[in-house]
């Protein structure tokens, strides 16, 4: 996709207006990391034609996974059509935000910027015709803080799936919608998860890009509300045992560019057309060379264990939710809306990352027309060993330590990284699980010390 590098004139007076109607003070100039944490610098409004002019230069040595210091010099340039108000900003000091591209020295999108990096996938997508459509569905846990602003370990409402509640959540709830919606993100629902202090809200399918970006303000913004409430939003993937834990299920779709569904076929039984299938295969095919990006976390692995409806075993099916890759039924006549739903994404990875191996594992798939098995309608938690060796089904990697040995294998995922992005998200994990490997826990105190 062409990247908006000089605005037009009519983007910049749009934006210089709105700062002048709204008494914009500051512009926050946006990026993440490559683990998908938020950065910002705040400018002055008035420095803000510069910046769009000859960009916002920056030490990158500093960031996680960006440069190393002999390669540290960058600039940010904004992309004007990500400007928002922030909605918690105004009452002083009113504050925008603007997420940027991040530029090297000679004028090149830096390839370790993960927005490039979906950039670039999605280019290639286009160029075979494709528009890719994301969907994620975050879900998040609100907490008590105390007095100190600790984090109590409990959750604070005993409200199940879709229940209907009038506690403090289901307020808070309201308010964050009011302020995505606020900030530009079109939300389509909200409502209570399955474990107690768990919620969701989703918001509108879009282009990749722009869904993710919405992805990285949804958390923040929400951080920031529970915040205003003495609560605190988490998007850690598994906060408690013996509780389900987070995921980010992520709907997914092609168009052409008259606006057709290339994943639709209404003679196929499942709806899915013959480029929708290989697609799945695909994704299929690299589960467990994505899994470190999709999952990045050493607690991710504790959400993805059979029982708490996280996904596990390398399948689709339409019904069967224990699968990896689900396709919902959709009404009769709506075949615009045929989409596939990848159920093994936590929110703790970095949605630029996550969605750029999710679209190049599916195009691998479509290249080498990979063939797709047969769908798994079964529950796959009741099957045994034998039963899933038998019927070739494999499962998702154990821990981040396999799930990294995993990507250093899959060479496609590499590539969807690209070998900047790729050597530092590495780099970055494989310290991750050794941290964690040579840390001793409080269960095998409990269950050790004594015992021998």
């Known amino acids: 996709m062409p990247i908006n590098r000089q605005p037009s004139s009519e983007s910049i007076e749009a934006v210089l207006r709105r700062i002048a109607e709204e008494n914009v ?3 926050n100039l946006q990026f993440t990391d490559v683990v998908g944490m938020v950065k910002s610098v705040a400018i002055p409004a008035n420095k803000l034609s ?14 996680e996974g960006f440069a190393r210091v002999a390669e540290s010099d960058m600039y940010l340039v904004p992309d004007l059509d990500t400007f928002a108000i922030i909605p918690w900003e105004r009452e002083r000091d009113v504050t925008a935000r603007v997420i940027c591209w991040v530029f090297s020295p000679r004028g090149d999108l830096f390839p370790g910027d993960p927005r490039a990096v979906l950039a670039r996938a999605v280019a290639e997508a286009e160029a075979l015709g494709f528009t890719y459509k994301t969907g994620p569905e975050l879900e998040f846990f609100l907490l008590r803080t105390d007095e ?7 959750a ?8 209907y509640s009038t506690d403090l959540a289901s307020d808070v709830r309201k308010e964050m919608v009011n302020v995505l ?11 209570h998860e399955v474990a107690a202090g768990q919620h969701e809200i989703d918001f509108e399918y879009d282009d990749a890009l722009r869904s993710a970006d919405n992805s990285v303000t949804f958390k923040y913004t929400l951080k920031a509300i529970a915040q205003r409430h003495n609560l605190h939003a988490t998007f850690m993937p598994k906060p408690f045992m013996g ?9 997914q779709s092609f168009m052409d560019r008259e606006g057709r569904n290339l994943f639709a076929d209404a003679n196929d039984e499942y709806g899915l057309s013959e480029i929708a299938r290989h697609f799945i295969a695909g994704q299929l095919a690299h589960a467990r060379g994505m899994s470190a990006v999709l999952a ?14 996280a996904p596990v075993f390398i399948s689709w099916a339409r019904i069967n ?5 689900r396709v919902p039924r959709i009404p009769a006549g709506k075949l615009r809306t045929t989409r596939l739903e990848l159920r093994c994404p936590d929110p703790s990875c970095n949605p630029y990352l996550a969605f750029a191996v999710m679209l190049k594992a599916g195009l691998d798939g479509i290249k080498r027309r990979l063939p797709l098995p047969e769908p798994v309608e079964e529950n796959l938690y009741a099957f045994d060993p034998s039963d899933l060796a038998q019927r070739q089904i494999g499962s998702l990697p154990g821990s981040l330590g396999e799930a990294l040995d995993e990507l250093r294998r899959d060479e496609v995922i590499q590539d969807a990284l690209g070998a900047h992005v790729f050597e530092r998200f590495l780099e970055a994990k494989t310290m991750e699980w050794n941290d964690y490997k040579a840390y001793v826990s409080r269960w095998e105190i409990d269950r050790y010390l004594e015992e021998f």
Do not use: C
């Not at 510069?50 to 960031?63: E, K, N």
């Not at 919606?181 to 409502?191: R, T």
């Open 181 to 191: 919606q606020e900030m530009g993100i079109n939300v389509e629902a909200s409502h």
């Open 296 to 309: 990045p976390l050493v607690n991710s692995y504790k959400r993805l264990v059979p029982g708490f409806e």
């Open 148 to 154: 100190a602003g600790r984090v109590t370990p409990l």
């Open 50 to 63: 510069g910046a769009i002019d000859h960009g916002l230069w920056f030490d990158g040595s500093s960031i």
């Open 321 to 325: 939710r224990s699968s990896l890759v």
């Open 25 to 27: 003070k500051f512009i």
């Open 243 to 251: 509780m389900n834990g987070s995921g980010m299920h992520v709907h």
């Open 156 to 163: 604070h409402d005993q409200a199940g799936y879709f229940d």
